[in-house]
């Protein structure tokens, strides 16, 4: 589901993905039930159930259940993370 964004292919979502207000891709991979919100996500593979927010995210890998917001930059963050920085 996207509102407001944009998908920039090649981009691989699974089932109840959610993007509010983004632009995900390329090269982008997401897990079921993750929620992408007011981001920029690239060449990036994102687990299931996560949450990414506020965010400039490229060139990262992130697990799942992981929560990031206001984060800008390269991330590696593994299953059950939070993380927040400044945007």
Do not use: W
């Amino acid at each position: 589901v996207s509102r407001h964004g944009s998908i920039v292919d090649p981009v691989y979502m699974r089932d109840g993905v959610i993007t509010r207000r983004s632009t995900v891709g390329p090269n982008v991979s997401i897990g079921a039930g993750t929620m992408i919100e007011d981001a920029t996500v690239r060449d990036t593979i994102v687990g299931e159930q996560s949450r990414i927010a506020r965010a400039l995210l490229h060139d990262s890998l992130i697990g799942n259940r992981v929560v990031l917001e206001g984060f800008n930059g390269v991330a590696t963050l593994g299953d059950d993370s939070e993380a927040s920085g400044r945007h």
